[in-house]
């Protein structure tokens, strides 16, 4: 079983920054995707960035040019690293890893607040 624990929301200027960082346990996290997700209030869940097992990215369109996802295998951690954050960027931000026989683990989630 994989336990998913994200930390580093937080409330935040706009144009501020914060850094999201999801810790893995369980031996797998090196093998997998990881990516992040967030949910505003009234809204579907959406893709923000995701990471592969050998380190390619992807970024939705308004995460593009300002947040980078990272991982670090040897801690077992991915991080979001989140700058120009717009009022629009609030939401809760969930940790997802993906694996291509257990399916999806999700972590609770950690709130983030742009204030304008």
């Known amino acids: 079983q994989v336990q998913l624990v994200e930390s580093g929301g937080g409330l935040v200027q706009a144009g501020g920054s914060l850094r999201l960082s999801c810790a893995a346990s369980?031996?797998?996290?090196?093998?997998?995707?990881m990516g992040w997700y967030r949910q505003a209030p009234g809204k579907q869940r959406e893709l923000v960035a995701t990471?592969?097992?050998?380190?390619?990215?992807r970024y939705s369109d308004s995460a593009k040019g300002r947040f980078t996802i990272s991982r670090d295998n040897t801690k077992n951690t991915v991080y979001l690293q989140m700058n120009s954050l717009k009022p629009e960027d609030t939401a809760l931000y969930y940790c997802?890893?993906?694996?291509?026989?257990?399916?999806?683990?999700w972590g609770q989630g950690t709130q983030v607040t742009v204030s304008s």
């Open positions: 990471i592969t097992a050998i380190g390619t990215t």
């Open positions: 997802n890893m993906g694996t291509p026989i257990q399916g999806h683990y």
């Open positions: 369980g031996s797998i996290f090196r093998l997998n995707s």
